[in-house]
């Protein structure tokens, strides 16, 4: 079996990395930028649509709203990256909000956050490879016709990327990151060129459209209402600017000044393209609507349910470059590979904030351990498993998806700067230095603006994305806050049990006997080992013990015992019902009964295969029974291996794969051998 996964497994993934080479896979900024910061670089693909869309609502009168909107993004989104590098520098170890929290609100604050984080990270891969199915399906029909086998398909494919490492797919995913926010930029500066110097009249192809408002004349209220859910869907611009803060570790040295600047960076970019798009789709009289087959309107005639909506990047780049040029072509292209690469954010915080939890016993303890490249593999495959489910569940349907996101990331914002306040306050209570002092002020100043700005935008996305799908998401949270409750309450209480006392016990006192059985069919090689081995314990009392299953069987291992001689006595056990496992727990917990404070061994005798299927031939019972054995207090199960020659044929070919040698490097181990041998004469 190993085999024949071990090829494979290192042809997808590449040869296991050793552990003191961790620190050639930590990230330089240029590459954790991609890394790090593809999902909130890449939102402005859609964050702009979804603003537009819920306008539209109200009909195209709405639509000059959209720049005070995308002010109130900038502003909000100024603030969460001004907060986090506080958060940066104060907790550099990686545990992001989820330590914060839990550092200064205790471990059910923690808790709720990391429960928010897990699930936001889960619909960051299923939101982003939706959407850019969507992206890629308004140019491919086999893509549109098979959405969710596409989007499971990029999501194998990012899970083994990643698998190889976050430094290998960090340097893959640089070029298209870099080449989509390198297109975006030369997009709004082309566009603002033609319409401002060159005067051009550049025009969307829906320019020409109309809008059926579903709810026209909305004024008071209702207005109000529409404007913050129309707010709250132009904050997905906001997801995963915290995976920096959980990523910290990745970074080199310094890790807290690089992620700091890397923040700034990602923070700069993300709101200068925001802006760029929303100026531009607002000057090419872009025009978008939820349901657009019906909403949209082209001299008098709705376009009908086979009308394909374009995303707002892709039209306002039609309308700056034209359509088919070379320039519309590469950013389309880019748009579609950073939304699949945007995932990649969710790779990165998701096993490392597993790793994290399952070090304070909050999730099993295999998504603490690195795999063979160095990676938290076990949580890699988890946040696959979770994303491909959503993504079937949801059809791979970003607008439906899009309805759960955002309610987790303010969750955590919320809680975060909250505790990073109460941080603030716990240093300033033991401070003296005035300018240290001033700096903490400062800081807790920019925590709390932050706290508040973010816990307002949450009661925002509460009230208005609630109905639409929010609640599956906070369904989705406390799943997670439950299931690592109960984790960690398993794990606590196991640790009690097992602790070793200060005083003696009865797991230290010698037992008085032991009573070992040796569990034979047919006097066999294997058998003779084991009895020949049991010998060796030196038991109190020792014993053959056969189940009487054929009667004809049964009688010649009698023949046979006696023949031989063996000095060991020989139970037969009788199996009316042709049974060999409860026949023999049945016996073991009779010889308990009698002498509680003696000990069972019970010995099996055990084939030793060369081939994976062969397993299934052999040892089937013996398996049965130590299962069931397991459960026996004071029975302890010992197993006397007997290696048949398909295990020495095993051995020798796990020796010949070992003492293989790569092309020229036998030619280069004789000459150093000679080397040697030449200067020890």
Partial sequence: MSKLTDVPKRILIGRALRSDRLAETLLPKRVALPVFASD???????????????????????YHFSPWIAVAVVVLMFTVVASYRQNVHAYPSGGGDYEVAGTNLGPRAGLTVASALLVDYVLTVAVSISSGIENLGSAVPFVVENKVACAVGVIVLLTLMNLRGVRESGTLFAIPTYVFVAGVFLMIAWGAFRGVVLGDDMRAPTADFEIKPE?????????????????????AALTGVEAISNGVPAFRKPKARNA?????????????????????????????????????????????????????????????????SFLFIVLAAATALVLFLAANTAYNGFP?????????????RQLHTRGDRLAFSNGIVLLAGAATLLVWIYGADSTRLIQLYIVGVFVSFTLSQTGMVRHWNRLLATEHDPVARRRMIRSRAINAFGAFFTG?????????????????????????????????RHYDRVAEEIAAPDTPSEDTVRPS??????????????????????????????????????????RALREEWERRGIDVPLKVLDSPYREVTRPVIEYVKSLRAQSPRDV??????????????????????????????????????????????????????????????????????????????????
């Avoid at 490392?352 to 099993?364: H, M, V």
């Avoid at 935008?457 to 799943?479: D, E, P, S, Y």
């Fill in 260 to 324: 700091a600047t890397t923040l700034a960076m990602m923070g700069l970019l993300a709101v200068t393209m925001f802006c760029g798009i929303i100026a531009l789709a607002s000057a090419t009289d872009v025009r978008m609507a939820e349901n657009p087959g019906k909403d949209l309107v082209h001299n008098g005639v709705p376009l009908g349910p086979d009308y394909v909506q374009d995303p707002v990047i892709s039209q306002v780049a039609e309308a700056v470059f034209g359509h088919g």
């Fill in 215 to 235: 709810h026209p004349g909305l004024a008071g209220f209702a207005l109000v209402f529409l404007l913050l859910r129309a707010f709250s869907s132009g904050c």
């Fill in 456 to 488: 307002l935008v949450l009661v925002v996305v509460l009230l208005t994305k609630f109905t639409h799908g929010a609640w599956v998401a906070l369904l989705g949270m406390c799943i997670f806050y439950a299931t690592m409750t109960a984790i960690r």
């Fill in 513 to 554: 006997r032991v009573h070992s059985v040796v569990l034979v069919s047919k006097v066999h090689r294997p058998a003779l080992r084991a009895l020949a081995y049991a010998k060796l314990l030196r038991s109190d009392t020792l014993e053959a013990v056969s189940v009487n299953v054929d009667p004809e069987e049964t």
């Fill in 600 to 681: 069972v061994s019970v010995i099996i005798p055990e084939y030793v295969v060369g081939h994976w299927y062969e397993h299934f031939l052999h040892n089937q019972s013996a398996l049965r029974l130590k299962g069931r054995l397991l459960f026996t207090p004071g029975v302890m199960v010992t197993s006397v291996p007997y290696q048949l020659e398909s295990s020495e044929a095993a051995k020798l070919r796990a020796r010949r794969r070992q003492d293989w040698a790569a092309p020229g490097s036998v030619r280069r181990g004789p000459a150093e051998r000679a080397k040697d041998s030449s200067s020890r004469t």
């Fill in 40 to 62: 909130p670089l890449s939102s402005v693909a859609y964050a702009p649509g979804e603003v537009l869309l819920v306008l539209s609502i109200a009909g195209l009168s709405a």
């Fill in 352 to 364: 490392l904030l597993g790793s994290i939890l399952a070090q304070d016993r909050y999730l099993p």
